[in-house]
């Protein structure tokens, strides 16, 4: 882990022992790990694949145990879940020290493309002031085909 990397992990860990207080669960050292390897993925995953990355490293746990710390963390605010486009698998991406952004996400090949415009920040302000609102977050998902050499021969996979 870089030490960049390595400063979200620790802060990730401290939120995560104030929520495992807070709701009187068990410190677990396999939640703790759990956490510990989703801080090694820098991209969005599924969940399948972060089972499969944990037991390439030898960590024996069951799938059923990643989905349910998985939905704890979405809970707790430590993972984001994403949903992109009609039938596809959720995608997870870390949440804390990342920071707002939005997705284009390629139809044919499934690539997912991060990006911030600072002009979402400004509709925010406007959506505020007129509703009398606070916004707290947003998501924007823009379907589309890149032009990568690598989709060029891909098959369309996501129904938006």
């Not at 759990?34 to 090694?40: D, I």
């Not at 959720?90 to 952004?101: F, P, V």
């Not at 823009?142 to 369309?156: A, I, M, Q, T, V």
């Amino acid at each position: 882990m870089d030490s960049t990397t390595r400063e979200e992990f620790i802060k990730a860990k401290r939120h995560l022992d104030t929520e495992v207080i807070r709701r009187n669960f068990r410190k677990s050292t396999e939640r703790y790990k759990l956490l510990e390897e989703l801080y090694k993925f820098h991209d969005h995953f599924m969940a399948e694949e972060f089972y499969l990355h944990l037991i390439q490293n030898n960590f024996q746990v069951s799938m059923a145990t990643v989905y349910n710390n998985l939905v704890f963390f979405e809970e707790v605010g430590l993972v984001l879940k994403h949903q992109f486009g009609k039938g596809q698998a959720a995608r997870y991406e870390r949440a804390l020290g990342r920071k707002q952004h939005c997705h284009l996400i390629c139809i044919r090949c499934n690539q997912i493309f991060e990006f911030c415009d600072p002009r979402i920040h400004h509709i925010q302000t406007t959506v505020e002031e007129h509703f009398g609102a606070t916004v707290t977050g947003h998501s924007l998902t823009l379907y589309g085909e890149c032009n990568r050499e690598e989709c060029r021969n891909s098959y369309p996979v996501i129904e938006a």
